[in-house]
């Protein structure tokens, strides 16, 4: 991390063993981005007056380049956030998964769905079931009836503008998928 780790332990005594511990889990965030500035870990014991266990709650605040992950564990319905390093993995667990996706993000490594090819009717074949599409760059492309969308192939005229998806058939490039875009 660029910046040091900042450790805060409220209404509890500070726990060396624990410090150790959040210590570990923040240095391998490192693995998980190299873009990190700061971390702030909280753990805190809110309800020290309960007969039965104490739920621990921990906020990990931290910041990387345009942006601020903030997790908070405030633990109250889970039994197993009674012991604290249960609730120390979780957090940084969260952590981690937040931090993945702000690094995907940073990356431009999100799924983008790529527009499919577009053209016009350029020829039909009622009789013999197919017909051709003229892309932008001048191609024809060869369709079946059954590649329409929609079914309507006796309703389709030349220079109906479609959508299609390409693909390689025995005898050269076919569309699949056929959308009507606009008809004429």
């Known amino acids: 991390m660029q910046l040091p780790l900042q450790i805060t332990f409220r209404h509890m005594d500070p726990s060396p063993h624990m410090e150790a511990r959040i210590r570990e889990l923040a240095e391998s965030l490192d693995t998980y981005s190299t873009h990190i500035m700061h971390c702030h870990v909280v753990v805190s014991e809110p309800d020290k007056h309960h007969h039965q266990g104490n739920q621990f709650d ?7 380049p ?5 997790i908070n564990t405030e633990s109250r319905d889970n039994p197993a956030h009674e012991d604290p390093y249960v609730a120390l993995r979780d957090a940084f667990k969260a952590v981690r998964r937040k931090l993945q996706d702000y690094e995907r993000e940073h990356r431009l490594d999100v799924k983008t769905h790529a527009i499919p090819p577009s053209g016009w009717i350029c020829e039909l074949s009622p009789a013999e079931n197919f017909g051709r599409i003229r892309t932008a760059d001048e191609r024809e492309i060869y369709f079946h009836r059954n590649s329409l969308v929609g079914g309507q192939f006796d309703k389709l005229v030349t220079g109906t503008e479609v959508r ?10 076919q569309a699949s998928t056929v959308h009507i875009v606009h008809a004429p």
């Open 58 to 64: 921990v906020r990990i605040d931290l910041t990387a």
């Open 66 to 70: 345009g942006t601020e992950i903030v």
């Open 164 to 173: 299609f998806t390409e693909e390689q058939g025995a005898q050269g490039p």
